[in-house]
């Protein structure tokens, strides 16, 4: 069992900057791929950028060279996989995701869910 937290989230204006955090719990957690992924409102939930356990990266294609996911496993400490959001655009507004599943994949299929944190972009 994996639990995930996230947070982060906010109001920025487009070309802005966030990072979100999401924040894992549980003694497998280095086993695991980790994702962010994305539900606008009125929208299907689409796969943003993930990483795997010998931290390969993958992005989407509406985020690459703007977005950096990165993971830090520790023994003794939190274990935390971030997601920089730069040259931020509106249509980025959603809530974001942090999920997990054993296999690094581009696909909205993952095992375990945070609760999500909101990101705004406005004009």
């Known amino acids: 069992q994996v639990q995930l937290v996230e947070s982060g989230g906010g109001l920025v204006q487009a070309g802005g900057s966030l990072r979100l955090s999401c924040v894992a719990s549980?003694?497998?957690?280095?086993?695991?791929?980790i994702a962010w992924l994305r539900q606008a409102r009125g929208k299907e939930r689409e796969f943003v950028a993930a990483?795997?356990?010998?931290?390969?990266?993958?992005?989407?294609d509406s985020v690459k060279g703007r977005f950096t996911i990165s993971r830090y496993n520790a023994q003794n400490a939190q274990n935390t996989v971030y997601l920089q959001l730069n040259s931020l655009k509106p249509e980025d507004t959603a809530v974001y995701y942090c999920?997990?599943?054993?296999?690094?994949?581009?696909?909205?299929?993952?095992?375990?869910w945070g609760q999500g944190t909101q990101v705004t972009v406005s004009l």
């Open positions: 999920a997990a599943r054993p296999a690094l994949a581009i696909t909205t299929r993952w095992d375990f």
């Open positions: 990483i795997s356990r010998s931290y390969d990266s993958i992005y989407a």
């Open positions: 549980g003694r497998t957690f280095s086993s695991y791929a």
